[in-house]
């Protein structure tokens, strides 16, 4: 059979439905496909919107413009940068006022201020007027300023004319550069100084500057200096007529209307100096070298102030700075030798006492500063010409009289010590050391009564004086009122200083009085709290030998003088203690030994004597003990050893 092809007939009705549904779906198709492109057209309108904002974004903003340039405008421009120019000038006077530091970065921003004012008024205009007058305000600022801040003083150390001319320079310029530039921000306020306000800024610039002109004129140092000047002229009149309150009265006024006018503070100093103000007077005179610093009367007088205030480090750089540039003066050099003589340094003060009176012959302190260093020196009679020579030209300083009487002191001159040391008393002197010093004198003339009466003074004066007390057992020890001794020595230790020499001196005075036991006790604490001390371990020495404890006094002995090989008083101590123990050659090389390093210890000449005697040795003894005799011996030594030396140059001489 062949193939059939089947024919539908268009009007079969069982036909109907599929091609409806074919129709459909072909709709829908078309549909979805409509909307696919019209979201791709959206997406597209999209990305080119984006692209669109891009661009705008990256396309630079057009600049303001400024405004236009006008006599007005840059005339308003002008009258800002003045008012910027003397608010900073006022601003950088007072700055300076307050501080001494370098002012010089303040300048620099003060002077681009006004420059900035100018260009900020002119609306950001770059027109070459607005950049001159912005240099022209920046240089009012640095000249006004200047003038204000150091006109009246000078300028400050700091100050480099090159580097001072160089940063003006540079303000200046900067001032100049600022509207030139015509910065953006300040085109933005181009309406600040529109027409409509132009007019209430210029009233009230106007009256600005009237102000700032007036407080100017006020500050300014011709007329600061000339209302000052008339109050130290008044202040100085009250001063030389002795009127102290009125002098200070006028002296502030002088401060209040210019507090860094260097001569009100000088007179300031001086009137706090006469009124014994002292640390005020200081605090003056170092503001008067402040604003003055080539002042030599402010450096002088507060090197001297200084150095009575025992401040020595803070007065020398003062003295040596006055002498440096005046080497003609002979009170600086004077009181740089007191700062010298302070600092012990004996050699440069004695340099400088010479140097003053070689320039000035009447200079009578000089000449007993020297005095005093030659005493220091042990030139006792170099230091007595120059202390006569003070009083001689008319010296009534009771401190002067004092000093010579220590001169005489020294060479054991007390008739002379006793007749200056009553001067200084006579001359209104109350001071417990000048009482101190006669004290002694009076003893070195064995007038016992009137030294006891002037030492008991000195230490009822000045009762926490350990060297009063010291002193006075000493004294009452030569007279052999040891038990007066024992207390005043006990009243020193009492005050606590913890001094070793103090409780060796009670020891001493034990010994004095016998009391071997106690005087033994205070040396074996000694030993222990100051151990290895060559005087100590003599003075056991001592103490063991006439406790007749001779092991113990020769180790102590030789202790002694293993510590101290020039020390007389051990050797003189090994020599009785090997005497004892019958070893008289021994004895006698260390005897000879002591007499040699202290020919003036008696006790030394005693055992020197008692080995000659034993030896054979006649006429050496009796030299010796002759030579004892006549150095006299201690209270102790003379009940003890005294009795000996008298029997055996009786035997030796056959009396």
Not at 200 to 222: H, M
Not at 501 to 526: H, I, N, V
Request: glycine share 8%; proline share 4%.
């Amino acid at each position: 059979m062949g193939d059939r092809v089947e024919t539908q007939d268009e009007n079969d009705p069982s036909l109907a439905p599929e091609e409806e549904w074919l129709d459909d779906e072909e709709d829908q198709l078309e549909e979805e496909a409509w909307e696919e492109d019209e979201d791709a057209d959206e997406d597209a309108d999209e990305d080119d919107d984006e692209a669109a904002s891009e661009r705008v974004a990256s396309e630079p903003e057009p600049l303001p413009e400024p405004p236009p340039y006008t006599a007005a405008r840059l005339i308003l421009s002008l009258l800002y940068g003045a008012i910027a120019a003397l608010g900073g000038a006022l601003l950088w006077d007072v700055a300076t006022e307050k501080s001494t530091n370098d002012m010089r970065l303040l300048a620099l921003v003060l002077g681009l201020v006004s420059g900035a004012i100018v260009s900020l008024i002119g609306g950001g205009n770059s027109a070459l007027p607005y950049g001159l007058a912005g240099g022209l305000c920046a240089a009012l600022t640095i000249g006004l300023g200047s003038y204000l801040a150091y006109g009246d003083v000078g300028w400050p150390q700091y100050s480099q004319p090159w580097v001072d001319a160089i940063l003006a320079a540079m303000i200046v310029l900067g001032g100049y550069a600022l509207p030139r530039s015509g910065p953006i921000a300040f085109r933005r306020w181009k309406g600040l100084a529109s027409e409509k306000n132009a007019r209430l800024l210029t009233i009230i610039g106007a009256i600005v500057v009237v102000s700032l002109l007036g407080v100017v004129i006020y500050r300014s140092p011709l007329l600061t200096s000339w209302l000052s000047n008339r109050h130290i002229q008044a202040a100085q009149a009250a001063y030389d007529t002795g009127d102290m309150a009125l002098a200070r009265e006028q002296v502030e006024q002088a401060l209040a209307r210019n507090a860094r006018f260097a001569p009100a503070h000088l007179l300031s100093g001086k009137v706090f100096e006469a009124q014994r103000e002292l640390e005020s007077a200081a605090a003056a005179y170092r503001e008067a070298t402040t604003y003055a610093p080539d002042s030599v009367e402010a450096h002088l007088r507060l090197g001297k102030l200084l150095l009575e205030n025992q401040d020595t480090g803070g007065a020398r750089p003062h003295l040596e700075w006055v002498v440096e540039l005046r080497p003609e003066d002979a009170e600086a050099h004077y009181l740089l030798g007191k700062a010298a003589f302070a600092m012990s340094e004996l050699d440069e003060a004695q340099a400088q006492y010479a140097k003053a009176v070689e320039l000035d012959p009447q200079h009578a302190p000089a000449y007993a500063g020297l005095g005093v260093v030659y005493m220091y020196t042990n030139q006792p009679d170099q230091a007595i010409a120059s202390l006569e020579k003070a009083i001689s030209l008319g010296v009534d300083d009771p401190e002067t009289y004092v000093l010579v009487g220590v001169a005489y002191l020294r060479a054991e001159q007390f008739q002379e010590a006793v007749q200056v040391l009553e001067k200084a008393l006579a001359l209104g002197d109350e001071e417990a050391e000048t009482y101190y010093l006669l004290g002694f004198a009076y003893a070195g003339l064995e007038m016992n009564d009137q030294a006891e009466d002037m030492l008991v003074r000195a230490a009822t004066l000045k009762p926490d004086m350990v060297r009063y007390h010291v002193g006075l057992s000493y004294f009452y020890r030569t007279v052999e009122q040891l038990s007066r001794a024992l207390d005043e020595i006990q009243v020193a230790i009492d005050m606590g200083t913890g001094d070793p020499s103090l409780r060796q001196f009670l020891a001493e005075t034990y010994l004095e009085a016998g009391e071997l036991e106690k005087a033994l006790a205070e040396y074996l604490s000694l030993d222990n709290q100051v151990p290895n001390r060559p005087s100590i371990k003599s003075g056991l020495a001592y103490t063991y030998f006439f406790l007749q404890r001779l092991e113990e006094a020769e180790a102590a002995a030789t202790q002694a003088i293993e510590l101290d090989a020039n020390l007389a008083q051990g050797y003189k101590n090994l020599a009785l203690t090997l005497h004892a123990q019958g070893r008289v050659e021994e004895a006698l090389e260390e005897a000879r030994t002591a007499v040699e390093l202290a020919p003036d210890i008696p006790l030394s000449q005693y055992i020197l004597g008692v080995c000659y005697k034993d030896l054979g040795h006649k006429e050496e003894a009796i030299a010796a003990f002759e030579d004892a005799l006549a150095l006299g011996f201690t209270n102790f030594e003379r009940k003890t050893i005294m009795p000996k030396v008298q029997t055996f140059l009786a035997e030796l001489k056959g009396e």
